[in-house]
């Protein structure tokens, strides 16, 4: 008799309880979590009247924290409570001695129910994810949930919490995500839908008292109404590959559907990196680290990426809004981070009997130009700068960040430019006192319109525990830096390691008691005299003249370079524009038919004319075989651009790996399709990447004779708008669009004469080349003007004429270059 095999379903509560009782038995163990009243109990044997006793009678026990009708204790506060509480004789247990308290036989009974006193969180497999990707799987996600969940039934970000709690299920809590994989529901299974949706709040909520936060996703997630049960099985599903990346796109996601203020909107990711970056290094061990405004736990997540291993680390953190908070206890799970962030409306200065937090590191980026000071009177705190002015904190965020470093330790302080330069007497005095006692290292100017929502100018403090040395300080302009994507500037990776640079160097010369020159166009280091004669002014671009200035011949050569290559791209230009005029109008005469074809044209399907082929499964190219270092490109769908193939790709893989899938190697000729999410215009191979891969999410084809298809007549048929539109269509409507190669395969091309082809194809490739040769020509025109103007305008270089011939200066350079 063989055993049926089946596929488990949602249909007792009994099963939710169990699967439950498992995850918080085995997933989650640590000291930090809130458990309610009955398990306190259970932990010291005793009955549940006993601890409602003890709350009761003593005034000392610890306070409880409410979620909805429930109530929960911190169970690191009761277990201090406990310390002091020795169990009765009458009570001991048999192997219990005398003196044996009640935090003793917790902490037994938690080493037997876990099997090891510390805990820690439990990591699956990390998820195989890049940018593209991850960008790419979020937004087929947030589709799905709009098509398939009822909007009147839910606020607009229920949804999202659902991809939230599956994101970190996926990630922190394998046995459950492996029965939610497994879990189906019945043709009318509304009820079970309902119950699957309590399981994953429940799981989620337990992960999140367990350390020690707020409950709150299950009450977010049984509002969520789906129009056919079984779509929540498929947003499941669809969500295997959720990982770290795409939680902090959906806190981005999360910000705008939740229309949070700048103050709780996440920091934009370029400048926690760079801020990470700069505080994190290998030879400094760090044991905490500390965010008082914690957002989403971006900044904190930025420093944990950074660390070999996050579990040896312990964050601290503190927000005013609740929600968001809870996801940045989310967001830090992912990490294995253990986290102690607490909710507080107010300022973390203003209430003193908070216990003070120390840290290694303190990374924040606080309300700006906000004075939410409550309680104590300003002038009641021993400020360690001086006394604050009236109408902001900025400077009490500075100063709080200051006086929570241990010794050695450093900071960075995200804070609006007018806090370098305000002329308010209070403020001067405090960056004097900062200045002189050796607490400023860094004062770094960020570009414009890098935060979502606010035009503000912003800088980021590099502060490190007071010296009393009079060490220069660096500043450094980035102000030109980043570049603009759908309205909003990034720090790119090159900006991010241009600044990192500069700053190492600088750290470099200061450890070895060396002079710092800074870097020309971007940093100057200023020596502490010098900054005194400025009255105190951290603004770098008080400080530009500083650094060491480039010699003129060297400037001279540098705008005659930047002429002679507008010359050249305006000759290139113009030899295209007549290639192209003398290819195109031959082309321009009407041809009469009666079809919708001429008579000499046919429709052949695509699989006749080439070799369609799918890259790559996952498994044989994952993520974690590409970098920078690898030897052979891998082409990505974020390759594509222009009808062309990016040259620059940073994903290579080794010679040996590519030997091993030599089937997928590209060659001249061949064109790629974006194979699923986001389907857009194909691109050509040319010689410069014959060799290279291409990636799992692309399409090839490959042309089966070079005399029967034209490849770039093939690829401007397949670039027309309506063509890509009836393309998009053959995508299976599954959980995230597919293109098959047999759906493409089938795809009929129409086809002329062979000779027709190329003529048509030559012109296209003249009209690309065209294009791209005015595309370098504004190129050519910008930098010139760039360089022009600030070598002009700046007095270091000046126009030269001839005053005995005219009164009218002669241009000095590009002279009948355009005659």
């Not at 879990?183 to 994953?200: H, Q």
């Not at 079984?230 to 559907?257: K, M, N, P, W, Y």
Request: glycine letters at 6%; aromatic letters at 6%.
């Amino acid at each position: 008799m063989t055993r049926e095999t089946r596929t488990p379903t949602v249909e007792t509560a009994a099963e939710i309880e169990e699967l439950r009782e498992s995850q918080m038995s085995s997933e989650s163990n640590t000291n930090d979590r809130l458990v309610p009243p009955s398990e306190l109990a259970r932990l010291v044997e005793v009955q549940l009247p006993a601890v409602i006793n003890w709350r009761k009678r003593f005034s000392n026990f610890p306070k409880p924290v409410r979620s909805g009708e429930s109530k929960y204790f911190r169970l690191w506060e009761v277990m201090a409570w406990w310390e002091n509480r020795r169990i009765p004789a009458s009570s001991r247990n048999e192997d219990e001695p005398e003196g044996t308290t009640y935090a003793d036989r917790a902490r037994r009974n938690l080493a037997a129910r876990t099997g090891s006193l510390d805990g820690g969180v439990t990591l699956s497999l990390a998820v195989q994810e890049d940018d593209a990707s991850s960008q790419q799987l979020v937004e087929d996600l947030l589709k799905m949930m709009k098509a398939r969940v009822h909007a009147s039934a839910t606020s607009s970000t229920d949804s999202l919490d659902l991809l939230f709690s599956l994101t970190v299920l996926r990630t922190t809590a394998p046995a459950t995500w492996s029965s939610l994989q497994q879990t189906v529901i019945p043709e009318e299974g509304s009820a079970e839908a309902d119950k699957l949706l309590r399981l994953i709040g429940d799981s989620v909520d337990i992960q999140l008292r367990n350390r020690g936060h707020e409950p709150g996703m299950r009450v977010a997630l049984t509002r969520l109404e789906f129009h056919n049960p079984r779509d929540l099985i498929a947003v499941i599903q669809a969500s295997d590959r959720l990982g770290r990346i795409a939680f902090r796109l959906l806190l981005d996601e999360h910000a705008t559907q939740a229309r949070l203020e700048s103050n709780e909107s996440p920091t934009p990711e370029g400048l926690v990196r760079l801020m990470a970056g700069i505080l994190v290094s290998p030879e400094r061990l760090v044991r905490q680290v500390y965010d008082p405004n914690v957002r989403g736990g971006e900044t904190l997540a930025a420093l944990v990426d950074h660390f070999p291993d996050p579990s040896q680390v312990i964050a601290h953190g503190e927000g005013s809004h609740r929600e968001t908070l809870r996801l940045a206890e989310m967001n830090l799970a992912l990490r294995g981070l253990r986290a102690q962030l607490k909710h507080d409306p107010s300022p973390p200065w203003t209430r003193p009997d908070r216990p003070q937090i120390t840290a290694d590191l303190v990374i924040t980026n606080p309300p700006f130009n906000r004075g939410r000071f409550t309680g104590q009177r300003r002038d009641e705190i021993r400020w360690p700068f001086g006394p604050l002015p009236q109408g902001n904190d900025n400077f009490a965020w500075l100063q709080h960040a200051v006086a929570s470093l241990n010794v050695g330790g450093r900071a960075a302080v995200v804070l609006p430019k007018i806090a370098c330069i305000s002329t308010n007497r209070r403020e001067r005095n405090i960056r004097q006192a900062m200045v002189e006692r050796g607490a400023v290292e860094c004062i770094l100017t960020l570009p414009p319109q890098l935060f979502p929502g606010t035009p503000i100018a912003a800088s980021v403090w590099f502060l490190r525990y007071p010296t009393d040395s009079r060490d220069q300080v660096l500043f450094i302009d980035a102000g030109k830096l980043g570049v603009v994507e759908n309205g909003q500037r990034i720090l790119t990776d090159e900006d991010q390691q241009v600044i990192k640079s500069a700053y190492r160097s600088f750290q470099a010369d200061r450890d070895s008691g060396q002079t710092h020159e800074g870097t020309v166009g971007l940093s100057a280091a200023v020596p502490v005299e010098v900054i005194r004669d400025h009255g105190y002014s951290l603004n770098p671009a008080d400080y530009q003249d500083l650094g060491t200035r480039e010699e003129p011949s060297k400037l001279l050569f540098e705008a005659e370079r930047a002429v002679h290559e507008l010359a050249l791209s305006h000759a290139e230009a113009q030899e295209a524009e007549a290639l192209a005029h003398e290819l195109i109008v031959p082309l321009l005469r009407p041809h009469h038919h009666d079809g919708d074809l001429p008579t000499d044209w046919r429709y052949v399907p695509l699989h006749e004319l080439c070799d369609v082929k799918a890259g790559p499964s996952y498994s044989r190219l994952p993520v974690e075989t590409r970098s920078a270092a690898g030897e052979i490109p891998v082409v990505l769908p974020k390759n594509l651009h222009n009808g062309r193939v990016d040259g620059t790709s940073e994903d290579r893989v080794s010679q040996r790996l590519a030997e091993d899938l030599a089937r997928f190697r590209l060659v001249a000729g061949d064109i790629l399709c974006i194979r699923s999410g986001t389907i857009g215009p194909p691109a050509l191979v040319t010689d410069t990447q014959t060799g290279w891969l291409f990636g799992s999410n692309l399409l090839r084809l490959r042309r089966k004779r070079a005399d029967t298809i034209d490849a770039y007549y093939l690829l401007g048929y397949l670039s027309q708008p309506r063509i890509l539109e009836r393309i998009k269509g053959l995508a299976s409507n599954a959980i995230v669009p597919s293109l098959s190669t047999q759906s493409l395969g089938q795809f009929p091309i129409a086809l002329p004469p062979f000779a027709e082809q190329r003529r048509i194809g030559e012109a296209l490739r003249a009209l690309d080349h065209q294009i791209t040769a005015y595309r370098s020509l504004v190129w050519a025109a910008t930098e010139a003007r760039t360089n022009l103007v600030e070598h002009l305008l700046g007095g270091a270089l000046v126009p030269r004429h001839n005053p005995y011939v005219s009164a009218d200066p002669v241009p000095y350079f590009g002279e009948g270059i355009f005659s």
